[in-house]
Nanobody
């Protein structure tokens, strides 16, 4: 129902763009896209979010380096990551909050995409 893509290996200082596409269907309205990440041995943390009013937030650790955006037509969110650091290495997960009159509020997670920052 949610699919991430765009992860990979990048050198420090490099850039990657992650994509998260929702396949929930036209009966759902998406209230928010959120990006989380989980590094080895660490808890999952919220990286960035964008809601239906285009209100955006970022974790302090990525402010000024990451940019979140969404395409309402494609039901897709993007996370543009620049000036990547080894500490950004993690599995990145997309989380979607949506609503339909039949199912109510739903929360869906993607399978995750691995980002590795290393020389």
């Amino acid at each position: 129902q949610v699919a991430e893509s765009g992860g990979g290996l990048v050198q420090p200082g490099g850039s990657l763009r992650l994509s998260c596409e929702s396949f929930l269907g036209s009966t759902f309205s998406i209230n928010a896209f959120k990006w989380y990440r989980q590094a080895p041995g660490k808890q999952r943390e919220l990286v960035s979010s964008i809601n239906s009013g285009d209100s955006i937030s970022y974790a302090d650790s990525v402010k000024g380096r990451f940019t979140i955006s969404r395409d309402y037509v494609r039901n897709t969110a993007y996370l543009q990551m620049s000036s990547l650091k080894p500490d950004d290495t993690a599995v990145y997960y997309c989380n979607v909050h949506a609503y339909s009159p039949w199912d109510g509020d739903v929360e869906v997670w993607g399978q995750g995409t691995l980002v590795t920052v290393s020389s």
